[in-house]
């Protein structure tokens, strides 16, 4: 039997983004490409995200790029468009990458159900599928999970919680 290829430590920078929601964490590689980014009060489940996508992950306090910085409070200050050009770089299955790029094409001030994110991707069954993606995501707000919204336009789950999922969505104009 053959062995199973070791995963290399990755190094990643961590900083930190003051928010109308609350701080955000930012994590990027050394290109300056971002690869995660939650919420102080879920760096747990960040972690963990990180560790399932990646292996052993070395955190170390490292600024953002500033132009990223700057693209992000942009966006918390109005200017929705600003999010099209943080440069992102995530790891995770081929479903769920279809899937959370799929997420950045929805654009700002709309929602969509998860039947039609299926949908999109020509996948009309898999649902469930797109919905578990969908909360691996790592990268909130920018890979933007909080669009997507149950068949009958109730709000569900959102892994910054759903005070934050409904402030993100009134903030792109999105009466909920």
Not at 50 to 74: E, F, I, K
């Amino acid at each position: 039997m053959a062995a199973r290829p070791t995963r290399t430590l990755e190094r990643f920078g961590l900083d930190r983004l003051a928010t109308p929601i609350g701080i955000a964490l930012l994590v990027t590689d050394a290109e300056g490409a971002l690869r995660a980014l939650d919420w102080e009060d879920y760096e747990h489940r960040m972690r963990e995200l990180l560790r399932l996508h990646y292996g052993v992950v070395d955190l170390s306090d490292q600024p953002a790029p500033t132009r990223m910085r700057t693209a992000l409070s942009n966006y918390f200050e109005g200017d929705l468009g600003q999010l099209s050009g943080i440069v992102w770089r995530i790891a995770g299955t081929s479903f769920q990458q279809k899937v959370w790029t799929a997420l950045a094409k929805i654009p700002a001030g709309t929602t969509m159900s998860y039947g039609a994110l299926a949908a999109r991707i020509d996948m009309p069954k898999a649902i469930r599928a797109v919905g578990h993606a969908n909360g691996s995501n790592p990268i909130s707000v920018v890979l933007p999970c909080h669009r997507l919204i149950g068949a009958d336009g109730s709000l569900v789950k959102y892994g910054g919680g759903l005070e934050r999922k409904r402030w993100l969505l009134r903030h792109e104009g999105v009466e909920v």
